[in-house]
């Protein structure tokens, strides 16, 4: 019993200890030129709805709710940042060349299709982050037509 309580107080002190460890932002003040929806005529819904399932880790700003400021959520988060922006980064959109935008485009519906997009461990916290069946088929209807359209 009494060795739990210093396993369960460890714990707790480690807790603590890792939030004071300071992690980079994923934010700018600013909506750069070249963002996704600056660029395109977006609907709504999609739009909103985009941002808030994919912009948090294919943006240059993340929205940081309590959550996702406390360790080690955090660093998973910053991790994903890092690595979905390599991938795809709505802020710097129009600085894709055609070729580029159309692939990212085919990319986008494939990974709304099989699910995959939005991350699953992601879901999990941020459940406002979920596509309805019927979201899906929007956003991948409008971004079917923006690929065409980009002939
Ligand atoms: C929690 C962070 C996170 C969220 C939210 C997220 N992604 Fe990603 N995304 C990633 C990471 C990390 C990768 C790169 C590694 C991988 O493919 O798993 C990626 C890769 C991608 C790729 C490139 C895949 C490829 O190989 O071509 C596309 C396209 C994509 N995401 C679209 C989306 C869309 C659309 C949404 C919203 C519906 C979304 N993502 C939401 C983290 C995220």
Redesign the pocket.
């Known amino acids: 019993m009494k060795k739990n309580k210093i396993i369960l107080f460890a714990l707790l002190v480690a807790f603590v200890g890792i939030q004071l460890i300071p992690t980079t932002r994923n934010q700018h003040k600013i909506v750069p030129k070249t963002d996704f929806m600056v660029v395109n005529d977006v609907p709504n819904l999609i739009k909103k709805k985009?941002q808030t399932?994919?912009y948090?880790?294919?943006s240059n700003n993340t929205n940081y709710p309590w959550y996702n400021k406390i360790q080690p959520v955090a660093w998973f988060?910053e991790d994903?940042?890092n690595?979905?922006k390599?991938?795809?980064n709505f802020s710097e959109w129009e600085t894709y060349s055609k070729r580029r935008k159309k692939g990212?485009l085919k990319?986008?519906i494939n990974?709304?299709k099989e699910d995959?997009?939005?991350?699953t461990?992601?879901t999990l916290i941020?459940g406002d982050?979920k596509?309805t069946k019927k979201e899906k088929l929007a956003?991948i209807e409008w971004i079917s037509k923006l690929k065409t359209n980009l002939n």
């Open positions: 985009i399932s994919c948090d880790c294919h988060l994903h940042i690595e979905g390599k991938e795809l990212k990319s986008i990974q709304i995959k997009m939005p991350l461990s992601y941020h982050a596509l956003i």
